[in-house]
């Protein structure tokens, strides 16, 4: 039986009072999420583009096919590689965690068994993963988590999008993990652009596009320099469904802060303690502001032939291979020159909180 007409005006009346003290609530006192949300986690893919020497940080190529990714995605950087060991640099980007935490320090340096990665856990929540790299990184780091793995030092990028076409062809019932890894970007970082082209194809043709989240980024800059400057690298991202499209941000973050935010967007299970696993020095909150076009500047360790690094806003702190302790004021923060020596109480303070930092990065033995 339907209610009398004057119940159901009344219901509806008292329907639309109730309903908007109860959002209205919500968004006055709720709890604020400061991650990214997204409403089907479980259908999203993960593409990493990483090649292993860019030209010139402070320059985009113009190729049309980069300018249309660049357009459909967001512009971070230039970002501090962790290292200029190509493979504790590419353990870095898939654990999250510095070179004195995860452990490749040296050519013969491997992870040790059961460190997480964000490929090792995306398997572990059903997704097919696979690397197809120009080189060996995959081997010289130890990383694990990749279902399919074909390294070739000779690989080229026409090779590349042909192996992640086959790839993402085949795995059409299942989410995927993709890293593709060019050893040169090529003149005006065309081989580069050609492969973001001939993956942009292949994700169009595949049916995951406006699903696929997809950073491109690089190992080690073009820069001639004694010291760490040559870390600085560019980070290009592109969201599902084009979110933030054309944002750019000036932020300076590292390659670390990639592994965290994969991890939340693609909602995997974090590093276990339990397990033995230490935490991920990740931060994903900083890079996701960062790609809706906020801008800053963090402390950024690196690790290398030149010693270990602690950049901060305003200082450069150095422990060169020798031994000897340096801190420098810094007149521009990404520039390895126009800096004036610390001295006296500065230097010690400067020495201490050098010590402090390194001693919270390294794991727990």
Same mark, same amino acid.
């Given at each position: ?24 609530? $919500?968004?006055?006192?709720?709890? $604020? ?18 090649? !292993? ?8 190529? &113009? ?51 059961? *460190?997480?990665?964000? %490929?090792?856990?995306? #398997? ?11 080189? &060996? ?21 026409? *090779? ?11 795995? &059409? ?23 973001? %082209? ?8 595949? !049916? #995951? ?46 390659? &670390? ?18 397990? !033995? ?44 291979? *020798? ?28 020495? $201490?909180?050098?010590?402090?930092? #390194? ?5 727990? $033995?």
């Amino acid at each position: 039986m339907k209610p009398p007409e004057t119940l159901a005006r009344t219901l509806l009346a008292v329907l639309m009072l109730v309903a908007p003290l109860v959002f209205g609530a $919500r968004m006055l006192f709720g709890e $604020r999420v400061d991650e990214p949300q997204f409403l089907r986690p479980a259908d999203g893919d993960f593409v990493l583009v990483t090649v !292993g020497q860019w030209d010139d940080p402070a320059e985009l190529p &113009t190729a049309a096919h980069f300018a249309a990714f660049v357009r459909r995605g967001q512009v971070v950087g230039p970002l501090w590689a962790s290292s200029d060991l190509p493979a504790a640099a590419a353990a870095s980007l898939w654990t999250g965690r510095a070179p004195i935490s995860h452990g490749v320090r040296g050519p013969s340096d491997r992870l040790p068994a059961g *460190t997480w990665t964000v %490929a090792e856990a995306a #398997r572990a929540s059903g997704t097919r993963t696979a690397a197809f790299i120009g080189g &060996t990184l995959v081997r010289d780091a130890g990383l694990t988590g990749f279902d399919q793995i074909i390294e070739d030092p000779a690989m080229d990028g026409q *090779t590349l999008g042909r192996l992640a076409r086959g790839f993402l062809a085949r795995e &059409t019932d299942r989410r995927i993990l993709l890293w593709l890894h060019l050893p040169e970007s090529g003149p005006l970082a065309a081989d580069f652009a050609a492969l973001l %082209a001939d993956l942009d194809e292949a994700l169009v043709e595949s !049916g #995951r596009a406006a699903d696929t989240i997809v950073f491109a980024t690089a190992l080690l800059s073009g820069l001639d320099t004694p010291d760490e400057s040559r870390l600085l690298v560019p980070l290009i991202a592109r969201l599902p469904a084009a979110l933030n499209a054309g944002r750019t941000s000036t932020a300076v973050l590292a390659h &670390t802060d990639i592994a965290g935010l994969a991890m939340r967007l693609l909602r995997l299970a974090p590093p276990s303690a339990l397990a !033995g696993q230490p935490p991920l020095q990740s931060r994903e909150t900083v890079l996701w502001g960062a790609l809706r076009g906020s801008s800053g500047v963090l402390e950024n360790w690196m690790e290398g032939s030149f010693g270990e690094v602690l950049r901060l806003p305003d200082q450069r702190l150095a422990l060169d291979p *020798t031994g000897a302790f340096s801190a420098k004021t810094l007149r521009n923060p990404r520039a390895p020159e126009g800096v004036t020596p610390l001295r006296g109480a500065a230097l010690e303070n400067a020495r $201490r909180r050098f010590a402090d930092y #390194r001693a919270a990065l390294a794991p727990i $033995r």
